[in-house]
């Protein structure tokens, strides 16, 4: 009886479907098949997940509602299954369609695909000591939590060898590694991230680089079952694209949909922030004088010299940490500081943490992430480094955020060091 009310649906239903030009074929197919069994990642959100309550959520399940209208069938949510299981599901067929897949070659061996719905870039979660990551090749030699079963395990255990790779059975567990410092890094995509991020609360963790991967989801289908394959593919382009648009909007909100701009801008003008720790009244009134001539670059190098000379009289030094390229920028004197000749100059931060002495970057360290997770105002170390001569001189550390990003982590870091006496 069910099954002849779902045929009648479908009946009903495609005499005002004409925009997906079923065959008579794929008419007949979906007559014989109204119940189509749907495998899902539970945990996926926001693309695709279980809600507390039980109910199917996300992007996917949103596309399927729209797709089962203009069909006339019923999808049936295989639920309360992990990932794994729902993959070895597919591949004994008690599974006919995956709602949301990365197109891989050992997949291909049992699936076919529908057209690429949602493209996502895959990103790298770090803590947010660690700077910029430029690419997966800075990962070599370092663990990486990644999640079983899913695609960046394959790429990475193919393309990229170097990478120690430990595997998790969640998001969520692979972020509390990183955050805990157990591993490096996870690489995934960036909606997934961006999503936990804010849900769960991970502040000492950042995106802090894009890789050139990028997840191009696609429903996917048996591979000897084209016809459903064909029949899938129509019902999702005929959705209209405003309700495409109304569903993408809905679960990537701007926040999550914005792209971090990587292009370096800004001068170095942070030194003026500064000053306002260090020294008194004729400071601050420096600092307003270099802002109102911000527009004019030539007085601007004429103040940053006359400012340099006055960080000098003082024995402090200043400097900026682009976090978006790693480099650290600093004045004459900060140069002079590490040992190197007077003037000014750029390193990467990687290089840095090499000049201080071992047992004390972990001092750094520890000071940087707690001001960076919003614990102290800003970031103080008295810590030793060993200058390009080979000397070892004792410093204190100062630093401060004075720019962030649209996921709210460090973009820019200012700060000045200064001799000390040995304590």
């Not at 660690?130 to 790429?155: F, H, M, Q, R």
């Not at 998790?168 to 995509?189: D, M, R, Y």
């Not at 003037?343 to 001092?363: C, P, Q, R, T, W």
């Not at 992430?369 to 070892?392: A, L, Q, V, Y």
């Amino acid at each position: 009886m069910n099954k002849f009310i779902l045929i009648l649906i479908f009946c009903i239903t495609n005499l005002f479907s004409a925009n997906l030009l079923l065959t008579q074929e794929e008419e007949r197919w979906l007559r014989n098949n109204p119940v189509i069994k749907v495998g899902i990642d539970p945990n996926f959100a926001p693309v695709e997940f279980i809600d507390k309550d039980g109910n199917f959520k996300g992007v996917t399940a949103d596309y399927l509602d729209e797709m089962k209208k203009s069909l006339g069938i019923e999808f049936e949510i295989v639920k309360n299954r992990t990932w794994n299981e729902i993959i070895n599901m597919v591949k004994t067929k008690s599974i006919d369609v995956l709602s949301c897949i990365v197109k891989t070659p050992e997949r291909s061996n049992y699936l076919d695909y529908t057209s690429t719905y949602l493209s996502v870039p895959m990103v790298i979660v770090t803590n947010k000591t660690s700077g910029y990551i430029n690419n997966l090749k800075e990962l070599n030699g370092k663990s990486v939590a990644l999640i079983d079963g899913y695609t960046p395990i394959e790429l990475i255990e193919k393309n990229h060898k170097g990478i120690f790779v430990v595997k998790t059975q969640s998001l969520t567990e692979a972020l509390k590694l990183v955050a805990s410092g157990k591993t490096f890094a996870h690489v995934g995509n960036l909606s997934r991230v961006t999503y936990l991020l804010e849900k769960k609360g991970f502040q000492n963790l950042t995106i802090s680089g894009i890789t050139h991967y990028t997840y191009n989801f696609s429903m996917g289908i048996q591979k000897e079952n084209q016809m459903l394959r064909n029949i899938m593919e129509k019902a999702f382009n005929a959705i209209p694209k405003e309700v495409r648009n109304k569903i993408y909007n809905k679960w990537f909100p701007l926040n999550y949909r914005k792209e971090k701009d990587y292009t370096l801008v800004w001068e170095i003008l942070a030194i003026t922030f500064i000053i306002t720790l260090v020294f008194s009244l004729w400071v601050f009134k420096l600092n307003r004088i270099l802002r109102r001539r911000i527009v004019d670059k030539a007085a601007l190098i004429e103040d940053k010299e006359w400012l340099n000379a006055s960080l000098e009289s003082v024995n402090l030094a200043a400097w900026e940490w682009d976090f978006q390229t790693g480099h650290i920028k600093g004045n004459p004197s900060f140069a002079e500081i590490l040992g190197r000749e007077k003037k000014e100059f750029s390193m990467h931060m990687k290089y840095f943490k090499k000049l201080v002495k071992k047992e004390d970057l972990d001092i750094l360290l520890m000071d940087l992430e707690k001001h960076f997770s919003k614990k102290s105002e800003k970031s103080i170390s008295k810590i030793r480094i060993e200058t390009k001569d080979k000397k070892t001189k004792y410093i204190e550390f100062t630093a401060k955020i004075e720019k962030f990003d649209i996921f709210n982590n460090p973009k820019k870091v200012v700060g000045v060091i200064k001799e000390i006496k040995e304590d």
